[in-house]
DNA sequence: CCGCGACGGTTACACTATGTTACCAAAAAG
DNA sequence: CTTTTTGGTAACATAGTGTAACCGTCGCGG
């Protein structure tokens, strides 16, 4: 899997066995200013959607050993995030447009960059306006070591019940932790799913936000436990985290 | 202009001036259930638009005197119908032209219908999607931590039953955010969705309505627990907000 | 065991976004 | 037409966040 670092309108996620056409839209959609991650089979997708903020993925129809339209469904089932397929352009193309996987928009290959281009900004356009009305939002929580975490109220609690008092950002970080117990995040991967940017070579900004924040979730102040870090790698939330309220010792 | 008055999954406006092609098109989507409205110029489309109640538009891009991406583009600035485009084979960044004007899709002539008929469904299916969510009639009343808010009314009551006075403009703002309960707006969509209007560079007015809307409906003056700021991308509301009287305490 | 280099933690500081007060113009009320 | 209310701009106060710099620590090779 490769990740270009690049800022811009959006994050997006290429799915595709064959490296040249890999190369070729990492290459234009840069150019663009999208964020590019390539990868090449449904496992690694699976992985990356996991662990960075996508906007959108294009996924093609053929790849070895798996079944695109599986693919497909099986990402719509369990979120709402853009999908363009690319097929073979041949008369299959009907049929397969006709099915109802789900995928917001279909390109037959070969295709010219800007036409992708063009259904890319068309599809995040669609998205975009219906973003209002669309959102379901489920009172997300969860808990771990007796701290509990209101996503959607943007609220947290210490063990005694206390609201803990976190600015913005402290915040958004400590989810993304919450969200990915037991793994370790790089800087960028923190970065990318905080803010949706990617950094520069000497961006510290993390570790700062770390600090700040271990200052107010750690007892003690020298041994942390919930934030781990990683020499090397970046930095690891330890806890354990559950979506329900665990039951009173 | 001819009218076919079937009843079906659809009705679809044909904007094309050549006679054959619109008698086809015509012809198959009929026999489909779809009802089918054909006119022959960019003035018999928009009166078309005006008398109808149209799903779906098929533009051809070829129009005698008239330019059918400029076409594309007022229909796409006015609304959100959904457009596909008939351009000529060998015409690519016609094409590419009108996806980035706003078309949902495109045909190159000649095309086979079932071609024409898996793109309409296509297109509608992703369009029927999304209105699923928009669509749903808004309650008139809402209630959130121990608040009512009479929309239809235009009252707002405290948790002590007491009317509280809002001025207008508080008052939708209000309603904004208890319709998008637990998600970040930014100012633009706070501004679009209260005044339909888009802000310049420097438009602090959205701060100031908060603040005074805060003042009126915050406890506590210097911890904000109904409207949170998200710092870098505009207010949460972060409330549960719920359609019926909470049972009482 | 010591020293070096890289990495990470922290402090200080600059900068930017936001909160708020004061003031004024436009709109509504009378 | 006058008074009142509302909403917007300007200006200042304040909190949040990124950068730079300094230091401590960890790993590793000598």
Known sequence: MSTAKTKGPGHIL?????????????????????????VGNGHEMRRALGEWSIDLVILDLMLPGEDGLQLCRDL??????????????????????????GADDYLAKPFNPRELLARIKAVLRRVKTNADATSQTRPRTLYFSGWRLEIGRRQFFSPNGLLVDLSGGEFDLLVVFAEHPQQVLTREQLLDLTHGRSQGAFDRSIDMQISRLRRKIEISHSAPELIMTVRGGGYSF???VSQHEPSDP
Chains 1, 2 share one sequence.
Do not use: Q, W
């Open 14 to 38: 290429v799915v595709d066995d064959d490296r040249e056409i890999c190369t070729l839209i990492g290459k234009f959609l840069k150019k663009r200013d999208y964020r590019v991650t390539l």
């Open 238 to 240: 330890t806890s354990n």
């Open 76 to 101: 719509r089932a369990r979120s709402t995030i853009p999908i363009i397929m690319l097929t073979v352009m041949s008369e299959e193309t009907d049929r397969i447009i006709g099915l109802e996987m």
